[in-house]
């Protein structure tokens, strides 16, 4: 795991490809199937290793560390990643494309350019993008299928969690200084303690409205602590350059 600070600051950051540095949902509950049908899992064979949201028909949205891997299997529609689901895709990934000023402080963002187009059915669809920033206060939610705990394993069907957005300000001070809160970040935390994602959900939404609002970038020591916000990438502030990419097709 990659810490942003010195190592006396104990930041549980996602910030690297490494085995152990994945994010993923606590606090949640079993979503309803195939009901976030825009939802991807990102694998290496078969070992679940980040989320990420399809954006068009062959385009998928997802954490810049989560690059790295040798060999992505991309999974659609999916609900249960053990069982067999007749609504699942398969594709491989043939161009990808990180922000081109990320660093592990900032623009975790990477767009990655299937082999071929979806499929598109009532179990994968693509998102749409929120343009504006969402209001503190707003109560969202979040998805994957990463660790439900500390130390967890990974469950075998999809989780989801409410989460409520939090102002700049107020995130910046719960941080404390130890992580600088940007303004292409947004902050949330679950209504309750110990609520949010964990290991394994990284590049996996932040919904409000049924629109992306974010992706999952970091958090604190403690999943969903919510001294420490989950933050994540602010969609809106990226619209234009996801369109660039779009566009090229």
Not at 106 to 127: E, F, W
Request: with cysteine; aromatic share 6%; hydrophobic share 35%.
């Amino acid at each position: 795991m990659t810490f942003l600070l010195c190592v006396c600051v104990a930041l549980y950051i996602v910030q690297s490809g490494a085995e152990e540095d994945r994010l993923g949902i606590v606090g949640g509950t079993e979503a309803k199937p195939h009901s976030r049908p825009y939802m991807v899992s990102l694998q290496e064979g078969k070992r679940h290793l980040c989320g990420g949201i399809l954006v068009s028909e062959d385009f998928v949205l997802t954490a810049a560390h989560c690059n790295g891997f040798r060999r992505y299997r991309i999974v659609l529609g999916a609900h249960s990643l053990h069982s067999p689901e007749s609504t699942q895709q398969v594709l491989g990934v043939s161009r990808f494309y990180p922000h081109p000023k990320y660093n592990k402080e900032n623009n975790d963002l990477m767009l990655l350019k299937l082999d071929r187009k979806v499929n598109l059915t009532s179990s994968v669809q693509a998102i749409p993008l929120l343009k504006r920033r969402p209001p503190s206060g707003k109560v969202c939610s979040t998805a994957g299928w990463g660790d439900v705990g500390d130390n967890s394993t990974l469950p075998d069907k999809l989780q989801e969690v409410n989460t409520t957005v939090l102002g700049q300000p107020d995130c910046a001070q719960r941080w404390r200084g130890g992580v600088r809160i940007t303004r292409s970040m947004v902050c949330a935390t679950g209504q309750r303690q110990f609520q949010g994602f964990c290991s394994g959900d990284s590049g996996g939404p932040l919904v409000c409205d049924g629109k992306a609002a974010g992706t999952v970038s970091f958090s604190g020591q403690r999943c969903g602590d919510n001294r420490t916000p989950d933050v994540y990438m602010l969609i809106p502030r990226y619209i234009k350059w996801i369109k660039s990419i779009l566009k090229r097709g």
